[in-house]
């Protein structure tokens, strides 16, 4: 099994609505990273989370870390059609503190108008 | 201040040849992390250099070696290359230490025939 699960793996937003995307991990989160892909192509940062209850946001994504959990939100508000693509959580699980990362298998967001 | 860049693009070979993948790291950064992305799932982490050292490496074969230069710039080379070889290979690179943001390349799309 995945060390690390996002769910859910396909989501299909109105623009103009809100979601949320989750990352579940089965070992501790030392450090939990949120990256955007489009098809085929290179990661961009969206945010890094290291402490239990940290929250960021940019824009109009937010993302929370919930160390107790062991599980990281990411809300987007207000979607539109630019916030499509694929979404990925990456995380230090061994604490090696150097960015060598687990991730998930991604999120497929598709914005319909 | 220039990103992470990678070359070639795509690359196409045949089983049993070798390859050699390039990554220029962000300026001002010392690390270098490769990972490699097959269809529809996550990047997985195949090895880290900090310093011109290894630093950890994945699960990973030993025909999987790497290189990284004074200038930080590093190269990923694959013998032996199996049909599953075949995947998106990304570079990241940080600014090495405790977490930081960790920045990816574009990516270089590997075809094995």
């Known amino acids: 099994s995945q060390e690390l699960e996002q769910s859910p793996q396909s989501l299909i937003v109105q623009e103009g609505k809100n979601l949320t995307i989750n990352c579940t991990s089965s070992?501790?989160?030392?450090?939990l990273y949120w990256y955007k892909q489009k098809y085929g192509e290179g990661l961009i940062f969206l945010m890094m989370l290291q402490k239990g209850g940290e929250e960021k946001s940019h824009e109009k994504i937010t993302a929370k870390l919930d160390e107790k959990k062991q599980q990281s939100s990411l809300h987007i508000t207000a979607s539109q059609p630019s916030h499509a693509g694929i979404y990925l959580c990456g995380a230090d699980l061994a604490n090696f503190g150097n960015e060598k990362l687990t991730f998930g298998t991604g999120t497929r967001l598709t914005i319909i108008p | 201040e220039t990103g992470v860049t990678q070359s070639p693009t795509h690359l196409i070979k045949t089983r049993g040849q070798q390859v050699t993948l390039r990554c220029s790291s962000q300026?001002?950064?010392?690390?270098v992390s490769w990972y490699q992305q097959a269809l529809g799932q996550g990047p997985q982490f195949i090895f880290q250099?900090?310093?011109?050292?290894?630093?950890g490496r994945g699960n990973f074969p030993p025909r999987f070696s790497g290189l990284q230069f004074p200038n930080y710039s590093s190269e990923l080379n694959v013998n032996a290359l199996e049909l599953d070889d075949s995947a998106l290979y990304l570079c990241?690179?940080?600014?090495?230490?405790?977490?930081?943001?960790?920045?990816f390349g574009p990516g270089t799309r590997l075809t094995v025939l």
């Open positions: 250099y900090y310093r011109e050292e290894e630093n």
């Open positions: 300026s001002g950064h010392n690390t």
């Open positions: 990241a690179s940080s600014p090495g230490g405790q977490l930081h943001e960790q920045f």
């Open positions: 070992k501790t989160l030392y450090g």
